[in-house]
């Protein structure tokens, strides 16, 4: 068994804590029947607002005191196990019902006599013997066996309590790290949730969008994409805008992520993959915005492959508004049939659905 707990103690790196106590529970039902004790105790630390505190991690109870419930140690607590966790060594004690407990009583472990005031047993109990828990030379815990007769606990029976205490403390520290990690884990993703729940309130109020397309002065059928898109959405009370330039300034990432961020979903112009409209849907990508994608028909540019799996409409400008293709159509379809069909998306989103109708006022 020591062999077999050893190699697991040191192998095993994530387990929890009932795990651990499954494991261990194997191990007291072995040291219960060895020893017909009537108790096998281990207790473990947990930090507490003004003293450490020991609560019970694995218990076998034969006998009839009542179940175990945390207590807080300092330097001031009585008893046998404050007295092991202050001293930081073991405690054997024999022929407890035949003692005077108002005098001190040896402790065969360590040759030492004990303050009658360490003596507090279940009645039942005449003789124990404890070891203290460490890890890392760092005490953590107890690990305590009780016998309602004496005789039968020997310096072996200390050595392999000893020899166990090692182990037990490895599994269940580990167990410990494990729950902590799994809660700080939890509970980052909780705020994570929270940030992303509250930065909505960033969206804007209105029912709004962001166009990102080119900006050559001399290709108008970029404009004209846009006030299409615009007119249409507008009639649908909803709002659709582009970045504007500020006079004799450059072009402002921190300003685009802003409206980007602020926008319910984006309408993007990937003609010819210009840099900026590049960038911006990228932001649109990572903020997990809704887009739509258009094309130019006579562009031929090979697109980069993050975005070749998206739906793309390729459009044309006729003299009777603009025509688009869906991937993989030979018919035409007008722009405000792929327009129709995306609103329908867009109020999939309660943040979008919720949002301010936005209605133009004139002049």
Not at 8 to 18: A, E, V
Not at 167 to 182: G, M, T, V
Not at 274 to 302: A, C, Q
């Amino acid at each position: 068994m020591f062999r077999e707990l050893d190699k697991l103690s040191l192998t095993i790196d994530f387990l929890t804590r009932d795990e651990a106590r499954q494991v261990l529970d194997i191990v007291n039902l072995r040291i219960k029947e060895n020893l017909n004790a009537h108790i096998v105790d281990i207790l473990w630390k947990q930090e507490g607002r003004f003293h450490d505190i020991l609560q019970p991690f694995a218990s076998m109870n034969i006998s009839r005191r009542d179940d175990l419930k945390p207590f807080e140690v300092s330097e001031q607590s009585k008893g046998v196990w404050p007295w092991i966790y202050n001293h930081r060594e073991p405690i054997w004690i024999e022929d407890i019902c035949n003692q005077d407990l108002s005098q001190p009583v040896q402790n065969l472990a360590t040759d030492g006599l004990l303050d009658p005031g360490v003596l507090d047993f279940f009645r039942d109990t005449d003789s124990i013997m404890a070891v203290p828990l460490f890890f890392r030379d760092a005490l953590w815990g107890i690990y305590s066996v009780e016998l309602p007769m004496s005789g039968i606990l020997t310096v072996e029976t200390l050595e392999v309590l000893k020899r166990l205490s090692k182990p037990i403390a490895n599994l269940i520290w580990k167990a410990d790290a494990h729950e902590l990690n799994d809660f700080q884990t939890t509970k980052a993703i909780a705020q994570f949730k929270e940030i992303v729940r509250q930065s909505k309130w960033h969206l804007n109020p209105y029912r709004t969008g962001f166009i990102a397309r080119p900006f050559r002065t001399d290709e108008p059928k970029f404009l004209e994409l846009e006030d299409c898109v615009r007119d249409f959405l507008l009639h649908h009370q909803i709002q659709a805008k582009r970045y504007v330039h500020p006079p004799g300034k450059e072009y402002i990432i921190s300003e685009i992520m802003n409206q980007i961020r602020d926008a319910h979903f984006g309408i993007v112009d990937i003609t010819s993959c210009n840099s900026n409209v590049m960038l911006e849907l990228g932001m649109m990508m990572i903020l997990g915005k809704k887009f739509l994608l258009f094309r130019h028909r006579e562009d031929n540019d090979s697109l980069p492959f993050d975005i070749r799996n998206y739906q793309c409409y390729k459009y044309e400008i006729h003299r009777d508004g603009i025509c688009t293709w869906n991937p993989g159509d030979t018919n035409p379809i007008p722009i405000e049939e792929v327009l129709n069909s995306f609103i329908p998306e867009l109020y999939r989103d309660p943040e979008f659905r919720d949002a301010k109708p936005y209605i133009e006022i004139p002049g």
